[in-house]
């Protein structure tokens, strides 16, 4: 079992719907992280954040906002998605006291998105 | 800046055979190295990882990797493939002027055949 849960699993969504993912670790992590990954393709980085704080932002579209309301939690809020946003969204974490650099990330299984 | 290159996007193997999958990286400074697994509708699993000390590391499910700096490589190695091996390897680098950056390869598809 993964230690990083992401609910939920899989969501369908139209383009003008909100809806939120949500990432949690209970591991004393303080590195959360966001990423997308496509079919066949490594995982691309959208956020970090650090401490809480947005550390990096990826240059990501507006119509996804990230919020980290506390050291364990991690949501994604999506809006005005569009059909090539459909992805799998895997949020990951990692300690921060060896150095980010060094400590591993710890993924969850990920939320399928689709966007009709 | 790091990179990582990862040689063949896919790969057979039988059953009983050994795995070789390869991975090479570019690094102004030391890197640290990381090689994960992907099986279908899951998340990245750490197989194993190398930051300093010993440049063999030994991982999960008898997976290996030799850091070879004179040859710029960390290959991911097992003896003995098995059919639950089948899965995505995902080669990663980072370093100490990265921050919280991973760079990922590309990706290589492992096919066991019975």
């Known amino acids: 079992d993964t230690e990083v849960t992401q609910t939920p699993k899989h969501l369908v969504m139209g383009m003008t719907n909100k809806k939120s993912l949500k990432c949690e670790q209970h591991?004393?992590?303080?590195?959360m992280y966001w990423y997308k990954q496509k079919a066949k393709k490594p995982p691309e980085l959208m956020f970090v954040?650090?401490?809480?704080?947005?550390?990096i932002n990826e240059s990501v579209p507006s119509r996804f906002s990230p919020e980290c309301p506390n050291s364990s939690l991690l949501n994604l809020h999506l809006h005005a998605l569009q059909p090539e946003d459909s992805a799998l969204y895997l949020c990951?974490?990692?300690?921060?006291?060896?150095?980010?650099?060094?400590?591993?990330?710890?993924f969850g299984n990920g939320t399928r998105l689709t966007v009709t | 800046a790091q990179s990582v290159t990862q040689l063949g996007s896919h790969v057979s193997v039988s059953e009983g055979a050994l795995v070789l999958l390869r991975c090479n990286y570019s690094s102004s400074v030391p890197p640290y190295l990381f090689w994960y697994v992907q099986y279908p509708n899951q998340g990245l699993q750490l197989l194993l990882k190398?930051?300093?000390?010993?440049?063999l590391v030994k991982g999960i499910n008898g997976f290996e990797a030799e850091f070879k700096k004179s040859e710029t490589s960390f290959h991911l190695t097992k003896p003995s493939a098995h059919m639950s091996d089948a899965a995505e390897y995902f080669c990663a680098v980072s370093s100490s002027n990265t921050g919280n950056q991973f760079y990922f390869g590309t990706g290589t598809s492992l096919t066991v055949i019975p």
């Open positions: 591991m004393g992590h303080r590195a």
């Open positions: 954040y650090s401490y809480e704080k947005l550390s």
């Open positions: 190398y930051t300093t000390g010993a440049t």
């Open positions: 990951a974490s990692s300690q921060e006291w060896e150095g980010p650099y060094n400590s591993p990330l710890h």
